[in-house]
């Protein structure tokens, strides 16, 4: 079954699964861009400890942490996902470093839209407080009401904005 | 009993270490289910791949009946599990911000993990992206600080917001997300020629 992908809906209950599984385990969801923010809090603190210490963001949710930013739940949970990409790309004979993207659109085209949509992306995800993973799929599972407004702002806002993007993807 | 890090039954070494293993599933799962392609992401939105809703839609269900089902049978206290809280304000700009970047980019931070993984070049510069938009955020804090922080309602869940049960809203959830499987089947038929080579 080289190259096939699983069928969506066994895919869905085995993603549901694991989901139960982290909040069973640790009484919280799956994420993503959290440990992207724990890697930045990380950074800033090697390179400008001061500001680290004074800079409105930092002061009020890390510094006062015992712990290191890095030596969080979704750190780890993250460095967890890409091993388990990595594995999955392994068995289905999917590795390689490629650019996917339509005949017609460039590569330039490709990436410029990739690097202003992770911009968006990572900006969007703090302020609405968790991205696709960490606030809408782990908020519906406990029906977290800003969950279900989050996930519906996201679909919502894609769907009317793609006809203006149509000619990235089709 | 669970969960476990909340009841001691784990040590905080062990939680880390399990989400390292929960993590895997999370990233095996999501790339098997072709989440590390952009364009099968974005055929949601055109309507000739709607992988996405039946994937997302069938996860939030199954997790979410999963743990009324562990609550009732006494296996896990529902009130320690983390409920996102609501701040009416940002949910919504967020999600609207999000929606843009995933039209765009055609990932969303998870997925872009995976992406990345397997080798897609996009994907690293999406992740590039994703680096500089949550930098942004953290240096202009006190800019967008109060906007943040504006419309804070607690953490509901939707069930109380309706007045429903949890267990009545969770049955309307799981019929609403068979009701949105027939669309996709329905559009993937409609839609298929819209995936061009």
């Not at chain 1, 002061?59 to 290191?68: G, I």
């Amino acid at each position: 079954m080289r190259n096939k992908y699983l069928n969506p809906y066994i895919g869905g209950v085995l993603l549901g699964l694991v989901l139960l599984a982290a909040n069973f385990v640790s009484g919280r969801g799956l994420g993503a861009t959290g440990a992207l923010k724990d890697t930045i809090a990380t950074g800033v603190k090697a390179v400008a400890p001061s500001h680290y210490h004074n800079a409105a963001y930092y002061s009020e949710n890390y510094a006062m942490r015992t712990e290191q930013p890095m030596n969080s739940w979704l750190v780890y949970q993250v460095l967890g996902l890409i091993t388990g990409g990595f594995l999955s790309g392994i068995i289905a004979g999917r590795i390689k470093l490629t650019t996917e993207r339509p005949s017609w659109v460039s590569s330039r085209r490709r990436y410029f839209f990739a690097l202003a949509g992770g911009i968006l992306f990572g900006y969007g995800s703090q302020i609405g407080r968790g991205c696709t993973s960490g606030s809408a799929l782990s908020g519906m599972a406990v029906l977290s009401f800003g969950g279900f407004v989050t996930m519906m702002a996201i679909f919502g806002t894609a769907f009317a904005l793609a006809w203006f993007f149509r000619r990235n993807w089709i | 009993m669970g969960p476990l890090i909340v009841h001691d039954i784990i040590s905080s070494n062990t939680n880390l270490l399990l989400a390292f293993f929960i993590g895997i599933g999370f990233g095996f799962v999501l790339e098997q289910s072709g989440f590390s392609s952009s364009r099968k992401l974005a055929g949601m939105f055109y309507g000739y791949d709607t992988t996405v809703l039946k994937v997302f839609f069938t996860a939030a269900i199954v997790a979410m009946t999963g743990l009324l089902f562990f609550s009732l049978f006494g296996w896990i206290d529902l009130d320690m599990v983390y409920v996102n809280p609501t701040y009416l304000t940002s949910a919504i700009a967020g999600g609207v911000i999000m929606g843009a970047g995933f039209i765009l980019g055609g990932f969303c931070p998870g997925t872009s993990f995976c992406a990345a993984a397997i080798g897609k070049i996009d994907a690293f510069v999406f992740i590039g992206g994703l680096f500089i938009g949550i930098f942004i955020f953290t240096e202009g804090y006190p800019l967008w600080e109060g906007f943040h922080n504006a419309g804070f309602m607690g953490s509901p869940r939707v069930s109380e917001m309706t007045g429903l049960s949890q267990g009545v809203f969770a049955l309307l959830l799981i019929l609403a997300a068979f009701g949105m499987f027939w669309v996709g089947e329905w559009a993937e038929r409609k839609f298929a020629g819209n995936y061009r080579y």
